[in-house]
Nanobody
Framework: QAQLVESGGGLVQAGGSLRLSCVAS????????MAWYRQAPGKQRELVAQITSGGRTNSAASVQGRFTISSDNTKNTVYLQMNSLKPEDTAVYYC?????????????WGKGTLVTVSS
């Protein structure tokens, strides 16, 4: 059964740090590049950072130098270390595959984890 479970969000002051975790079921994790996405209020969901099964990473320009994606293949877990957080980083953060995992033709998403950065 496909499963994506995100955790680690919370309220933090600008300049602070958070580490997000995502546990994915094996069927999702083993075969795909994984990524963190985010959706801010009133905005479309966007890709924040991604990591291939071989460990290559890429991130959006808005978070380069501040966010780092990593994975632990033994735990089917993807992490997002977020440093120097800004109020504009406030969003619900989701992990998923690249492209996004689909079940019966419909995009599958976990519940996400809320990150709120206060100024």
């Amino acid at each position: 059964q496909a499963q994506l479970v995100e955790s680690g969000g919370g309220l933090v002051q600008a300049g602070g740090s958070l580490r997000l975790s995502c546990v994915a079921s094996g069927s999702i994790f083993r075969l795909n590049a994984m990524a963190w996405y985010r959706q801010a209020p009133g905005k479309q969901r966007e890709l924040v950072a991604q990591i291939t099964s071989g460990g290559r990473t890429n991130s959006a320009a808005s978070v380069q130098g501040r966010f780092t994606i990593s994975s632990d293949n033994t735990k089917n877990t993807v992490y997002l270390q977020m440093n120097s957080l800004k109020p504009e980083d406030t969003a619900v953060y989701y992990c998923n595959t690249v492209p996004t995992w689909r079940i019966n033709g419909v995009d599958y998403w976990g519940k996400g984890t809320l990150v709120t950065v206060s100024s």
